[in-house]
């Protein structure tokens, strides 16, 4: 949910290593965006969790939009338990500290709203991204050796702490062809962006801000927050036949349908039943 009201910030030239944060651009971003409500903003050069290291703060009492940064995670994990592992400065790897307000039953559009805002913040950056549910930020396109995309340029982790969420997001920046774990694998600066991972952060938390604060604000509501219409918008698995594994080995085919007003993913099966599932591994059919 981009916003028309502020000028679109564009990619600030630097000189130095784009694998070594630039405080001078980060800070210039900061100042450029921020209206003081969100942060403060940490930026280590390594470390083992950012998820983790946010979620100790947020239990000693750390604000709404406390954020960790990190050039590199040695202990870096996406769902399931899957490792996360990036070059040292190649990726965005951080974590933001939330403490909702609405009912805990409306929650689970938070990982979708985290989604939205990375998007928003590509399009901005020039990337044409879109999500594949629930976690997963991707570019509709093969493969890069001509595999069966989509193309993955990061994802997302949410964990509860407490009251409050820590959300996760890993997103590949400056990776080459050469650092792709896997073919379908992509970074923003092979899709022809030159954005710089200080701008991308700022970016990212600035539309995570505006989605999670009209969210909140409509206490929780997708629907009446615009955050249901905004999701199915970008989302690319609705309307394609999908496997889904879920946890504990089942298995789940059909057309993704919709998002349902919990968020839960609906497939409706080959047998005519319907599915509403709220977490899965999906794999989208060709």
């Not at 709404?64 to 399931?80: H, I, N, S």
């Not at 190649?90 to 979708?112: E, H, K």
């Not at 009446?224 to 690319?236: E, I, K």
């Not at 036949?241 to 057309?255: K, T």
Request: net charge negative.
């Amino acid at each position: 949910m981009p916003d028309s009201s502020r000028p679109e910030a564009q990619p600030r030239p630097r000189t130095s290593d784009p694998r070594v944060w630039d405080d001078a651009v980060l800070q210039r971003a900061l100042d450029r965006a921020s209206d003081g409500t969100w942060g403060p903003v940490a930026v280590l050069p390594s470390t083992g969790s950012t998820n983790a290291d946010a979620a100790e703060q947020s239990r000693e009492g750390a604000p709404e939009g406390f954020t960790v940064v990190a050039d590199e995670q040695t202990e870096g994990r996406g769902r399931l338990g899957r490792a996360w592992q990036s070059p040292s400065g190649a990726g965005l790897a951080m974590s933001v500290v939330l403490r909702p307000r609405p009912p805990a039953d409306t929650w689970g559009w938070l990982p979708l709203i985290a989604g939205l805002a990375v998007v928003d913040a590509l399009d901005v950056a020039g990337v044409v991204s879109a999500l594949k549910w629930p976690n997963d930020v991707v570019v509709d396109a093969a493969a890069r050796d001509g595999g069966p995309g989509p193309r993955k340029l990061g994802g997302l982790l949410l964990e509860r702490v407490g009251d409050a969420v820590v959300v996760g997001i890993g997103l590949n920046v400056d990776l080459g062809a050469s650092e792709l774990p896997v073919p379908h694998a992509t970074s923003t600066s092979l899709e022809g962006s030159p954005a710089g991972r200080e701008d991308l952060l700022v970016e990212i938390l600035e539309s995570l801000r505006r989605g999670y604060t009209l969210w909140q604000n409509n206490s929780g509501d997708a629907a009446a927050s615009g955050t249901a219409a905004a999701y199915s918008a970008r989302c690319l698995t609705l309307g394609r036949s999908v496997r889904a594994l879920l946890p504990g080995d089942g298995v789940v085919e059909g057309v993704a349908t919709a998002i349902d007003s919990d968020g839960r993913l609906v497939i409706a099966c080959r047998d005519g039943s319907s599915r509403a599932l709220s977490a899965g591994d999906i794999e989208h059919l060709r």
